[in-house]
């Protein structure tokens, strides 16, 4: 069965670094997003991209944060300058048109801060 | 802003137990509503899910329906196993994005 792959699983970074979180989304999909779980706390929306553009993002989605399709397969998620704030497990999810509902995620990659 | 609040966990069960989790939402006209899993080093994954008012939702032995009047989307199994012992987010989607709960983790034990 197709699912959403990520990588890495864990990342762990200094405080100013920059990160690239990977997802590739199931081969049909169209619409992508970013989600991140803040530990203790709840899963929060970051963005949606489709059309090589985005679509809709969060407050919490600010100048520090980019989004890209480098390719058919790639969807990556880049952090400027990380903040200790920015730790959090990060889940890539995405959809096609038939399937309006649901979104398919992946496993999600932890980021660590220090 | 739309948002959801779900039971506190974490709960603990034994096998064949019943198993209730409570779900309420805010939001502005009508939400899709829907009930996420994560088992243990896995993504979300979708459990069930309602798009309109009185719907049931229903999969792998879990229900959900769809209260307008009391704005609840309460899951609920009638005997749980080992095999169910994930964390359970429950979310609502409006326009692109879904808003989740802060999740439930259920622990079955044999």
């Known amino acids: 069965e197709p699912e959403v792959t990520q990588t890495p699983s864990h990342q762990v970074t200094q405080m100013g670094q920059e990160v690239i979180l990977r997802c590739v989304p199931i081969?049909?999909?169209?619409?992508f997003y970013w989600y991140r779980q803040i530990l203790g706390q709840k899963v929060e929306f970051l963005v949606s991209?489709?059309?090589?553009?985005?679509?809709?993002k969060s407050e919490i989605f600010d100048d520090q944060f980019s989004v890209e399709r480098p390719d058919g397969s790639n969807f990556t998620l880049k952090i400027r300058s990380t903040k200790l704030e920015d730790s959090a497990m990060y889940f890539c999810?995405?959809?096609?048109?038939?399937?309006?509902?649901?979104?398919?995620f992946g496993p999600g990659t932890r980021l660590t801060v220090l | 802003g739309d948002s959801v609040t779900q039971m506190e966990g974490p709960v603990t069960l034994s096998e064949e137990a019943f198993l209730t989790i409570n779900c309420t939402y805010t939001?502005?006209?009508?939400?899709?509503l829907f009930w996420y899993v994560q088992y243990p080093g896995e993504g979300l994954q979708l459990l069930l899910k309602?798009?309109?008012?009185?719907d049931k939702g229903s999969n792998k032995g879990f229900e959900a329906t769809y209260r307008k009047e009391t704005t609840s989307f309460h899951l609920e199994k009638g005997s749980v196993q080992v095999s169910d012992s994930a964390v359970y987010f429950c979310?609502?989607?409006?326009?692109?994005?879904?808003?989740f709960g802060a999740g439930t983790t259920v622990t079955v034990r044999a």
């Open positions: 081969s049909n999909h169209l619409y």
């Open positions: 991209f489709y059309n090589n553009e985005i679509s809709e």
């Open positions: 979310a609502l989607r409006t326009g692109y994005k879904l808003s």
């Open positions: 999810a995405s959809r096609d048109l038939d399937t309006y509902n649901e979104q398919f």
């Open positions: 939001a502005t006209g009508y939400p899709s």
């Open positions: 309602a798009t309109k008012a009185d």
